[in-house]
Structures are given as C-alpha cells and as structure tokens.
T-cell receptor, first 115, second 115 residues
Framework: GAVVSQHPSRVICKSGTSVKIECRSL??????MFWYRQFPKQSLMLMAT?????????EQGVEKDKFLINHASLTLSTLTVTSAHPEDSSFYIC???????????FGQGTRLTVV | AQTVTQSQPEMSVQEAETVTLSCTYD???????LFWYKQPPSRQMILVIR??????QNATENRFSVNFQKAAKSFSLKISDSQLGDTAMYFC????????????FGTGTSLTVIP
C-alpha cells in the first residue's frame, strides 16, 4: 500500500510552547488528510479533516485556534499544537487518501508529551 | 454524524481457533465503505479488510472474512486459524462514499490470542 510518513514519532515540549507535527504522503497525492487523537486503550477520535488547498473541517469540540491544521500541498499536512498544556499530551495520528482510493493510509503516529 | 459501535471491549481466543468481532453502525447514507483495522502494540494502523456497501458479496482476505448485513447495519470480522500475531486492537471504521471525506472509527476490541 501507499506510504504515509509522520514526523516526529515522539516529542516532548514545555508547557506554553508550540509544536508542529508533519504528515507526508510519499508516493501518492493526498487530496484528503485526517488528524486523530488517541488516548491510551481508546479509539481514534477524529479531530479534523482537510482537503488540499482548503481550510480544515474541525470536529465539534476541537479548538481550531489551538490545533492549527495546514494542508497546503498534495503531499504535506501539518498539525500545530499551540500553547501546549499537559492535557494536550496524547498520541496523534494522521491518515491520508487520494481521490481514487477508498482506503486511508496511516502515519506511524506521534506521541506528544507536554511537561 | 455516523456512529460506529463495537460492543466487545476485550476478547480472547485460543491459537488456531476462530473468533468473530462485532461491529454495528448507523448511517443514512446508501453508499459507503466499511473497514477493519488492526493496531498492534507498535500503534501502526494496518488495514485488515474492506467492504463496499454496494457489493453484496462478503469480502475475504486470507484468514479474515466479514459478514456484512446491510439492512441490519452490521459488519462483523471473522478471524480463522488465529495466530499469536493477531493479538492487537481491532477497529471497525466507516467511510462515506468515495467523494465523501468522513471517516469514523468504532471504540475498538482488544483481541488476545492465547498460545
């Protein structure tokens, strides 16, 4: 299957700082990208969906100003956690699909720890 | 919004035996896709099997098969000849028709294969 690379795999940041997570589709053009948050032993919670060149659509309860999503190219989407707090510590996963694929391909995930 | 429900938080099966994981969903859409994903301890999401709603024939992929009951909105996964490597979290997922951009996961079932 297609490859989605997510970076970094782990990041530790200080409370109040911002951290950026990148999601790249390596061998296909990702017209749609999804960002999820996963708490330990729980399911993936969809945070937002972004189409290339458009503003992201956020799920209810997700703060747009806190979780900034950019999908400026067909191979890259970024999630920036602004003014991070310890409660933002979690596992974040991206997935991507192109216009003809019915399958979404997943990145490896990023474990964010805010101290 | 669509909802996906997995009523079995945890299951176990003896090695080489067969196990069935349940999934129900709720949607008003007529055309959509259903998936089963596996998440091992590495937390990398792996596609196990997919089913197009417009296809009546149940999907199969080696030891994995589904029982898709569209009228009942049920989509169960059967794993035959269970192997130790099948131990993982299993998530049922729903995606709208190919032009849609909504992708939702169930709550997950933790499967343990016992040697």
């Amino acid at each position: 299957g297609a490859v989605v690379s997510q970076h970094p795999s782990r990041v530790i940041c200080k409370s109040g700082t911002s951290v950026k997570i990148e999601c790249r589709s390596l061998d296909f053009q990702a017209t749609t990208m999804f960002w999820y948050r996963q708490f330990p032993k729980q399911s993936l919670m969809l945070m937002a969906t972004s189409n290339e060149g458009s503003k992201a659509t956020y799920e209810q309860g997700v703060e747009k100003d806190k979780f900034l999503i950019n999908h400026a190219s067909l191979t890259l989407s970024t999630l920036t956690v602004t003014s991070a707090h310890p409660e933002d510590s979690s596992f974040y996963i991206c997935s991507a699909r192109d216009w003809e694929n019915t399958e979404a391909f997943f990145g490896q995930g990023t474990r964010l720890t805010v101290v | 919004a669509q909802t996906v429900t997995q009523s079995q938080p945890e299951m176990s099966v003896q090695e080489a035996e067969t196990v069935t994981l349940s999934c129900t969903y709720d949607t008003s859409e007529s055309n959509y896709y259903l998936f089963w994903y596996k998440q091992p301890p590495s937390r990398q999401m792996i596609l196990v099997i997919r089913q197009e709603a417009y296809k009546q024939q149940n999907a199969t992929e080696n030891r994995f098969s589904v029982n898709f009951q569209k009228a009942a909105k049920s989509f169960s996964l059967k794993i035959s000849d269970s192997q130790l490597g099948d131990t993982a979290m299993y998530f049922c997922a729903f995606m709208k028709h190919v032009w849609g951009i909504e992708f939702y996961f169930g709550t997950g079932t933790s499967l343990t294969v016992i040697p």
